[in-house]
């Protein structure tokens, strides 16, 4: 077993917590911890930012926890070792500073097979966590 279990989420994509949730949970068994993390994707540029509203971002990371407090009272609720933790940034990067954060002992995470020659090319989140992780990761699919 694991005692810290990150498993990173998309609330607005089961496929990303279906099958990873009963893994992760499996993981960290009856003694370890599982912190859920949300990400709120960075915009990357400036001149995007400025079309947006005054506080869109801080409001955005507000409605991410809220949404995760939500998920883990729904999906969650009879587990008393889970955390929720909230990103701000570019996916990998950040589901691997919040897991050196933690001290995670493993990353769980979902992944779709590939089926196209653009996920060939580009890669998936999870890939780029895999190959530049220095802990376990566990893929799910």
Excluded at 27 to 52: F, P, R, T
Aim: aromatic share 4%; net charge negative.
């Amino acid at each position: 077993m694991f005692d810290k279990v990150l498993l990173p989420i998309d609330l607005n994509h089961p496929e990303s917590w279906t099958k990873a949730l009963p893994a992760a949970l499996n993981c960290a068994g009856d003694s370890g911890e599982i912190h859920l993390l949300g990400i709120v994707h960075d915009l990357g540029a400036a001149m995007v930012a400025a079309y947006l509203p005054v506080g869109f971002e801080e409001k955005a990371l507000a409605e991410m926890e809220s949404g995760l407090q939500a998920f883990q009272a729904s999906h969650l609720a009879g587990h008393a070792r889970v955390h929720v933790h909230v990103g701000h940034g570019h996916v990998p990067e950040t589901i691997l500073k919040e897991a050196a954060k933690l001290g995670a002992d493993l990353i769980v995470i979902a992944s779709h097979p590939p089926g196209d020659l653009g996920t060939l090319l580009v890669g998936s989140n999870a890939d780029k966590v895999v190959r530049h992780a220095d802990r376990p990761v566990l893929v799910v699919r």
